[in-house]
């Protein structure tokens, strides 16, 4: 007969970490007392966020602009067939709090740009990278190393992975290790492909360090970017060094890597997402109603309506953003996203 618990005890549920020397009680403390920020909660985030829930880390902030789909399951961990179309950040903060109460979440249903990055990792202890662009890497970087927030990174594909710690001024940040990294330059998941257990490795060891960083144990990996090959298992840790001619350590903007868009395309995918001109809320319960009399309503929730526009998928989240899946250009995109803006009357 199951056991049935029908209360959360953190001295039991967190004995076997307090009893490590290492972490200890004090350590735990800590961790309970600390903030994070995970951004992007596909296969590297949703491994990191699991294992900083479960090490108790008080305060997880989720951000992430997509949705689950089912190729995304054989490696995001936090999901299942039940929450595809779900917003990522919902359905991951769902999971995890079903996991461990103890955890405070802010699932954010945003994609990162340069008018928001300020106020969603403001006042936050470490920066954890789940991303899969450059793009959005290279404007966290700049952000965290102007207000001195350590930045966990963390790539991968195929079977190889690579992780580090950047935190200028004390280390290199991730311009002085890959400069000038332009995305359509990069293997993406759906043409190199992807095995689940890389993300779930390289993912784990992003928590590690998280951990490491906040609880003051061991080593990490400030100055150093550890090479991961899982075909050979090869793990090579290398010396990283600052560029003198660094923009971000020299606080220098650059304009081609930090300009603001409306518009950006997912990583492997034929999906949009397009931002709306200035911030708006909308009552989706109203939206998804007036969608009814004319559109297959596939989906609702308290973050997102999903819908078919002519054949095309899309996500309408609250604040405006769309998600535009199955489109060829960005010129197409923009049409729709305007026709349905027009169709709704919703003022943007």
Known sequence: MPLTVN?????????????????????QEKLWKSRVVIVGVGGLGSVSALYLALAGVGFIRLIDQDTVEMHNLHRQVLYAL?????????AAAQRIRNINPDVELDPIPENIREDNVEELI?????????????????????????????????????????????????????ECVLPDIKDDQLPTCDIRGVLGSTTGI?????????????????????GKLLV???VTM???????????????????????????????????QKTVNVNPPRPITLELDIIRERLKSHFKVLLKSTLVVVFEYNGIEVSLFKNGRMLIKNVEDEENALKIYRSIVNYLGVKI
């Not at 209360?7 to 350590?27: A, H, K, M, T, W």
């Not at 595809?84 to 950040?89: E, L």
């Not at 963390?154 to 280390?171: H, L, R």
């Not at 304009?255 to 990583?267: M, N």
Request: glycine residues 10%; hydrophobic residues 40%.
């Open 234 to 268: 090869d793990f090579v840790k290398l010396e990283i060094f600052k560029r003198s001619d660094c923009p971000t350590c020299r606080s220098e903007k650059a304009d081609t890597l930090y300009a603001r868009k409306g518009l950006v395309w997912l990583c492997g």
């Open 202 to 222: 390289v993912g784990a060891l992003q928590a590690i360090e998280t951990v490491k960083l906040l609880a003051g144990v061991g080593e990490t990996l400030k």
């Open 122 to 174: 403001n006042g936050v202890d470490v920066v954890v990278d789940g991303l899969d662009n450059m793009k959005t890497r290279y404007l966290i970087n700049g952000t965290c190393a102007k207000h001195h927030i350590p930045y966990v990174f963390g790539g991968a594909i195929g079977m190889e992975g690579n992780v580090s710690v950047f935190a200028p001024p004390e280390t290199p940040c991730l």
């Open 7 to 27: 209360f959360f005890d953190p001295n039991i549920f967190y004995s076997r970490q307090i009893v490590l020397p290492e972490l200890g009680r004090q350590g």
């Open 82 to 90: 039940e929450n595809i179309r779900y917003p990522k950040v919902e």
């Open 228 to 230: 991961c090959d899982f």
